[in-house]
């Protein structure tokens, strides 16, 4: 996997233009960037008159597209821009698409509070060609992420997204389809295909979010942040004829519905990161932080991985007025991590004996990885999935200091956090039992 630097999201955030969900409103000041444990300082109220009074109100957000960048995604097109311009711009690559035949606005949104309503596709002609998009070649990882709201379904397979044509007079390339026999996510490779067919398929009239990924041995298909199908291949895909449509097949399959935010990434996104997805898009991005009413903030762990905003509002006699600012980008640590562990279980300078669980709580983002050791050496790992426990049996141990250590792998890192502590192992020595007498 390739290293992703969680530094560079502050200007993803600022390019994007990340509006107030409260409000509709672009953040009116920049609070800078947010590490933990450094106060950071609301924006001034406007001044009304001498007799104004102040208050503050600081909250945290939890915002879809930032995490999309964190992941890893090299591509995102909102759809956003259908009613407005012929292409789709693509915010965090440089592969703008191409809106073709019939495009509009789509009935509503699929992110709660956060805007981004998408595209409308009339199941006959619309379409977004996608020309630079990068190639998901031989057994190359890469994910497909997008909502999609349909509006008909019927013995038509409709393309949610493709990348698929006709070389050498066989069928290759891949898609995710949409018809009554149910959701499929399909890899064609001369002419013979591996495919997972979800039958339940998706709702009409109401948004989904579809992930369809690739390791380069399993397809994997997900709905609405669950795994609802799985399939073993290591058939590679050939020359793509390739370019990705948006809403379409091969000049064929057109979707009937509403389409936005779709992403692509050159890797396979991991259960745990296809869940925070789900759960960042579908619930209210801020909530307020409980006691935050003053002029400054000092972020703690339950903010990492999350943007602030702050609210400073003047109310006089008569008028009332609010200044809105906003972080520039996500809570880090200031070493630009998102992700990091505490242990839990062993305290620091404990005395452990027998069998003892470590357990690790993750906080931020999610991580690709955790591994735990003793004393420096590699004992047990996991993807990031809950539960993160190790069995430690310290009989196997000498008696002594002993180092038990967690290490983190946040989004996309290439080198770990660690989180550490220093335990005392006593273990009552076991004498073997002696022989009778004369029997020795």
Not at 2 to 15: D, E, G, S, T
Not at 139 to 155: G, H, I, K, M, N
Not at 362 to 381: C, K, M, N, T, W
Not at 421 to 427: E, G, M, Q, S, W
């Amino acid at each position: 996997m390739a290293p992703r630097l969680a530094v560079a999201i502050a200007a993803v955030c600022v390019a994007i233009g990340l509006n107030d969900p409260a409000t509709g409103r672009a953040a009116a000041a920049s609070l800078g960037r947010a590490h933990l444990g450094v106060a950071v300082a609301a924006p001034a109220p406007p001044a009304l008159g001498e007799a104004d009074q102040a208050t503050y109100a600081w909250r945290r957000c939890a915002f879809y597209t930032p995490l999309v960048s964190a992941d890893g995604a090299s591509h995102l097109w909102r759809l956003d821009d259908s009613s407005t311009s012929t292409g789709a711009a693509d915010v965090l690559g440089s592969a703008p698409g191409t809106y073709l035949g019939s495009h509009a606005t789509a009935a509503s949104a699929p992110l709660a509070g956060q805007g981004s309503w998408g595209a409308a596709f009339d199941g006959s002609s619309s379409e977004v060609l996608l020309a630079g998009a990068a190639d998901e070649p031989g057994t190359d990882a890469y994910t497909f992420e997008l909502w999609a709201r349909p509006e008909r379904v019927d013995s038509s397979y409709r393309f949610l997204i493709s990348r698929e044509g006709t070389v050498g007079g066989q069928r290759a390339g891949t898609g995710v389809w949409l018809s009554k026999s149910g959701l499929g996510f399909e890899r064609w490779s001369g002419g013979a295909s591996s495919s997972i067919d979800y039958a339940t398929g998706l709702a009409l009239d109401r948004w989904s979010y579809v992930v369809a990924s690739y390791d380069g041995t399993t397809m994997r298909l997900y709905v609405n942040g669950v795994q609802v199908g799985s399939r073993a291949t290591s058939a590679p895909l050939g020359a793509l004829p390739g370019p990705s449509v948006v809403g379409a097949g091969a000049g064929t399959g057109f979707f009937a519905g509403d389409l936005a935010d779709v992403a692509l990434y050159p890797l396979a996104l991991a259960r745990a990161h296809v869940a925070a997805h789900y759960a960042d898009a579908t619930h209210t991005p801020c909530t307020a932080i409980p006691g935050a009413t003053g002029t400054t903030y000092t972020p703690v762990l339950g903010d990492l991985g999350d943007a602030l905003t702050a609210t400073a509002t003047a109310t006089g006699a008569v008028h009332s007025a609010s200044t809105e600012g906003q972080s520039e980008g996500p809570v880090d640590d200031g070493h630009g991590n998102l992700a990091l562990a505490t242990i839990e279980g062993p305290t620091e300078a404990e005395t452990l004996s027998g069998t003892v669980t470590v357990s690790a709580a993750l906080h931020g983002l999610p991580a690709d990885r955790i591994e735990f050791e003793v004393d420096g050496q590699y004992r047990y790992s996991k993807v990031a999935e809950a539960p993160y426990q190790y069995t430690w049996y310290t009989r196997a141990e000498s008696n002594g200091p002993h180092t038990v250590g967690v290490e983190l792998w946040g989004p996309g890192a290439s080198t770990p956090t660690v989180a550490q502590v220093t335990v005392n192992v006593h273990n009552p020595t076991v004498y073997p039992t002696p022989l009778l007498f004369g029997e020795e």
